[in-house]
């Protein structure tokens, strides 16, 4: 069964201080790793897929990078609007369905 | 705005009862995921449709039921309901060619 453990669960940040999210992970022939932000009481919002170790995307302060056991969410001098929860979820090769990670807290501290 | 819909936004039942939730994905996208998100056990896949057809199962109760209609609109039903079905409902879409995934706004239930 695929599974998805996000560390630490809450992190807490001054603005401008970067740091990484970790996103460890098992599954049955990867077919995609995706990172969502989510607000409290909406859904999750769509950042990145990640499909093969080496890979690497960015936008605006993020960068996720994805190894073969792991994936990184690196947030550089965060501002306090990018405080959110941020999930980490898994999609297998043989099936479609999505497994999640309970997802890390974080909070920017102006 | 992810362009998926989703009502109602609140439901509040009581317990033994039964409700629908309606779910309309984005227009072009084929598919519907639902999930459950409980405080305690994060987002839990629950059931994916694709052009009408079951695809995937996750931990869906029996009790639960779900369909997608041929305007590709989907429907959860949920019966006999506990106290523990409490939870934020969500659907969400799947943009096959590109791989990314739009989340529906939500459909907060509370059963008293």
């Known amino acids: 069964e695929d599974q998805v453990t996000q560390s630490p669960e809450a992190l807490r940040l001054q603005e401008g201080e970067s740091s990484s999210l970790n996103c460890s992970y098992t599954v049955s022939g990867l077919r995609g790793l995706f990172w969502y932000r989510q607000d409290p009481g909406k859904g999750p919002e769509f950042l990145f897929t990640?499909?093969?170790a080496g890979e690497e995307k960015e936008k605006e302060r993020l960068k996720a990078t994805l190894t073969k056991k792991e994936s990184f969410l690196h947030i550089t001098a965060p501002k306090p609007e990018d405080s959110a929860t941020y999930l980490c979820?898994?999609?297998?090769?043989?099936?479609?369905?999505?497994?999640f990670g309970k997802g890390t807290l974080l909070t920017v501290n102006p | 705005d992810s362009g998926v819909t989703q009502t109602p936004k609140h439901l509040i039942t009581a317990t033994g009862q039964r409700v629908t939730l309606r779910c309309s994905p984005r227009?072009?996208?084929?598919?519907v995921y639902w999930y459950q998100q409980s405080l305690d056990q994060g987002l839990q896949f629950l059931i994916q449709?694709?052009?009408?057809?079951?695809?995937a199962k996750g931990n869906i109760l029996e009790r639960f039921s779900a369909q997608q209609f041929p305007d590709l609109h989907s429907e959860l039903n949920l019966s006999s309901l506990e106290l523990g079905d409490s939870a934020l409902y969500f659907c969400?879409?799947?943009?096959?060619?590109?791989?990314?995934?739009?989340f529906g706004p939500g459909t907060r239930l509370t059963v008293t």
């Open positions: 979820a898994v999609q297998g090769g043989s099936n479609y369905k999505l497994t």
């Open positions: 990640l499909y093969s």
């Open positions: 969400a879409t799947f943009q096959d060619r590109v791989d990314e995934q739009y």
């Open positions: 227009s072009g996208d084929l598919s």
């Open positions: 449709y694709y052009n009408g057809e079951e695809r």
